[in-house]
Nanobody, 122 residues
Framework: QVQLVESGGDLVQPGGSLRLSCVAS????????MGWYRQAPGKEREVVAS???????????SYSDSVKGRFTISRDSSKNVVYLEMNSLKPEDTAVYYC????????????WGQGTQVTVSS
């Protein structure tokens, strides 16, 4: 049975940092492009970062323009966990963050987990 469990969200001041974790079970993350998504109130869910293994290149990472240079996605294949390191947080980063396989928020590979709330506010 596939399960995705996100954690690490918190209330943080602008400019602060957080590290989110996504523990996956029921499948191996190394076989999929894994993505971190977020959904702010009143907005659609969007992908902000993804990571995938490619022959020769080894690991491919991609980021949305809104988080590029501030967020870093990584994974620990031995633990089947995907991480999102978030630095220089802004109020507009406030959202519920989710992980899933793939990068299409409207066609997720698996059922969504409960997500983890990130609130950036002074």
């Amino acid at each position: 049975q596939v399960q995705l469990v996100e954690s690490g969200g918190d209330l943080v001041q602008p400019g602060g940092s957080l590290r989110l974790s996504c523990v996956a079970s029921g499948f191996s993350i190394i076989n999929y492009r894994m993505g971190w998504y977020r959904q702010a109130p009143g907005k659609e869910r969007e992908v902000v970062a993804s990571i995938f293994s490619l022959p020769v290149i080894d690991v491919s990472r991609s980021y949305s323009d809104s988080v590029k240079g501030r967020f870093t996605i990584s994974r620990d294949s031995s633990k089947n966990v995907v991480y999102l390191e978030m630095n220089s947080l802004k109020p507009e980063d406030t959202a519920v963050y989710y992980c899933n396989a793939g990068t299409n928020a409207r066609l997720p590979q698996f059922s969504w987990g409960q997500g983890t709330q990130v609130t950036v506010s002074s």
